[in-house]
């Protein structure tokens, strides 16, 4: 009896997965009916559902099927987000958002302005016939809806007014003397292949509609022509162009070092345009399938995480942020890299393949906005496609004023200081600058802002009589402790063989000092300091000309022998690498050989060659910055830089003495005393 009780239980059981399932398939019929998706997927769709049909419920293929037409179905295959083209509101949100960063906000204003200059543009209709009454009928009905119309008795009468003139749309009858439509249509397709041709005629036959579709033609109407089947034609094809125009977007990347506001610029500019935001982070991603996806071959495969996101926010043109796109691996399961060739090229991503969907789907519409610290790590092909806009390390007067208008406000907003009499003066926030932070961006500033308000509300608690709190030089020393950064390098006294560089990283200018020593040896060069092969290279460079021109120094021309040289770089944990401290190198060598003192108030950047001539080198801004941030008095640039220099902005170089030199020899008396 137990038996036959399992038995009759399984056998309900399996009803009702069956009635279970028939619903379930009713649903996504009735869903692939009412979908604005192509006609091409919904084929697909249709033929998948077919399929299971045919199929039992408890087949793990099941649940794999219904998973992918659900998934198939829920994509923004035509869901557009209207573009907000008010050049003023744009204008106001970044202003208000972001301070500086004038360049970048320039770029998007410019994109917003082609946008609304292709969104008045006319719509040129060319109305081809060789009936005249039918020619002015035509005419008279589209110039009536707005549109601009020119008429044309013929074929080649047709192709003489398109060449003087760019048409958006050719309306033309098929049986025509000296030149008939399709031979009509054949030209244009070659001479203006963006230019749609919708075929009117009264000879209509399926044949000469299908040669015509073949050929090019965007539609086929008969004579007599229906008027509003006419207007519904033309207007279906002026919005689909539209379209195409308005939301193609461009690839930018985002380069320059951490808290400069990459990532919060990035929602600044889908919130000025009207659109969604999307942000997925690219660090340490190695798997190409994340991505792309993986194929429907078993349980637990899913779309990538770029599809994943289209259905998430439900349109097709969302600003999607890759964030930190020069930090992805690569490894034996692909090259995520790659992946972007696809996706970041408007010629390829509006037939994106997901593994997954198996189907095209249109990224062309989507604005993509990469974020980088150094984009020198990005491949070649890859970096080609993107439009790479820099973000600079911000000067202390901007940091004052972004502190002032943003960072302060926020915090005593977050620490619940808003209404209670807490005042920042400027003096405190620069002291904060100046000794607790050394940055290009803000990240770090606005922890000790954090840490002080933070402290600033246990105090508040503490002031039973509720007076106000002012936030001076000496409370921010007592709340954050002794500062923590001096400008040692600039305030060092001038010592043999030290001298001063500056170089450019992913975190922005930093300034470096560089130390040379001499002792009895076997001619060797010694470098240490976490150096990479191209500052080694340098360094050789700079002893062999040192070498080769020892008369100009009034050097012994065997200075060399029986001694080493020790060349070291402070910071040892850090590894370092690039051209910009040869000629660093070079004059730490010439001080310690002639035994003159370097001023340590001034610093070098650029590279150096064989023959003594200084090379451009760049990050030039950021540079400058550091110098400024650490307290040096004098920078010297290759001359080559001069251009970059003459372009910076006042206040970076205030305070600061900014000289170029064409070789070695020119700034060594500059240099040493």
């Not at 460079?541 to 001694?563: K, M, Q, V, W």
Request: glycine residues 6%; contains cysteine; proline residues 4%.
């Amino acid at each position: 009896m137990g038996f036959f009780k399992k038995l009759e239980k399984t056998e309900i059981s399996s009803s009702q997965n069956q009635e279970e399932s028939t619903v379930e398939l009713a649903k996504l019929r009735e869903a692939i009916g009412s979908a604005r998706v192509a006609k091409s997927v919904s084929e697909l769709a249709s033929k998948e559902l077919e399929r299971l049909e045919r199929m039992d419920p408890g087949m793990p293929e099941y649940t794999i099927g219904v998973n992918y037409l659900e998934f198939l179905l829920a994509l923004p295959w035509q869901n557009l987000t209207d573009d907000c083209l008010d050049m003023a509101r744009a204008e106001n949100i970044l202003e208000l958002q972001h301070y500086a960063l004038r360049h970048v906000k320039e770029r998007i204003l410019e994109f917003l302005a082609v946008k609304s200059l292709c969104n008045m543009s006319e719509f040129n209709i060319l109305v081809v016939d060789d009936e005249e009454i039918a020619r002015t009928n035509v005419e008279y009905v589209l110039r009536k809806d707005g549109y601009q119309v020119a008429t044309a008795v013929d074929g080649a009468d047709a192709l003489d007014k398109l060449r003087q003139k760019e048409f958006e749309l050719i309306l033309t009858d098929l049986k025509m003397e000296r030149m008939d439509g399709l031979q009509l249509l054949e030209s244009v397709k070659q001479l203006a292949p963006a230019t749609e041709v919708v075929m009117v005629t009264g000879f209509a036959t399926v044949n000469s509609a299908v040669d015509a579709l073949r050929k090019g033609a965007a539609h086929y109407l008969p004579k007599p022509v229906n008027l509003e089947e006419l207007r519904s034609t033309v207007k279906k094809i002026r919005e689909k162009k539209r379209v195409m125009e308005l939301t193609r977007s461009p690839v930018l990347c985002f380069s320059g070092p951490p808290g400069t506001g990459k990532t919060s610029i990035g929602k600044s500019i889908a919130e000025a345009l009207g659109r969604k935001f999307v942000r997925i982070s690219l660090a340490g991603l190695r798997d190409e399938a994340e991505l792309r996806g993986h194929r429907r071959t078993y349980v637990g495969s899913m779309p990538g995480r770029i599809m994943t996101e289209i259905k998430r926010v439900g349109v097709r043109n969302p600003v999607f942020m890759l964030d930190e796109i020069d930090k992805i691996g690569q490894d034996f399961r692909g090259d995520p890299a790659s992946v972007f060739l696809e996706i970041l090229d408007p010629e390829q991503n509006s037939r994106f393949l997901d593994h997954y969907l198996d189907i095209p789907f249109d990224l062309s519409s989507v604005m993509f906005i990469a974020t980088a610290n150094v984009v020198e790590r990005l491949p070649a092909p890859l970096l080609d496609r993107l439009e790479v806009i820099a973000f600079p390390g911000y000067t202390e007067r901007e940091k004052l004023v972004i502190a002032n208008k943003y960072l302060v406000p926020r915090q005593l907003k977050e620490h619940g200081l808003k209404n209670r009499n807490v005042e920042f003066p400027d003096s405190a926030i620069s002291k904060i600058i100046m000794d607790y932070t050394l940055e290009a961006g803000l990240r770090n500033f606005e922890r000790k802002i954090a840490t002080v308000c933070r402290k600033v509300a246990r105090l508040s608690l503490q002031n039973e009589n509720k007076a106000s709190i002012v936030v001076d030089e000496k409370l921010v020393e007592s709340l954050l402790g002794p500062r923590k950064f001096t400008h040692e390098i600039a305030e060092a006294g001038h010592r043999v063989g030290v001298t001063t560089g500056l170089v450019w990283t992913e975190f922005g200018g930093e300034i470096i000092s560089i130390e040379t020593t001499m002792m009895k040896g076997n001619q060797q060069l010694m470098l240490t300091g976490s150096l990479g092969e191209i500052i080694r290279e340098s360094a050789q460079t700079a002893l062999s000309y040192i070498r080769s021109h020892a008369e100009d120094f009034s050097l012994a021309p065997d200075f060399f022998t029986g001694n080493d040289i020790h060349v070291h770089i402070p910071s040892g944990a850090v590894p370092k690498d690039g051209p910009s401290a040869g000629v660093t190198i070079a004059l730490a060598l010439i001080s310690l050989l002639t035994k003159k003192p370097a001023r340590r108030d001034i610093a070098l950047s650029g590279e150096f060659t064989l023959s003594g001539r200084l090379l451009p080198v760049s990050g030039i801004r950021e540079k400058v910055l550091a110098a400024q941030r650490a307290g040096v008095r004098t920078v010297i640039f290759p001359e080559a830089n001069a251009i970059d220099i003459e372009g910076l902005d006042a206040d970076i170089r205030e305070g600061i003495e900014l000289l170029v030199a064409g070789d070695i020899s020119s700034i060594v008396e500059r240099v040493l005393i």
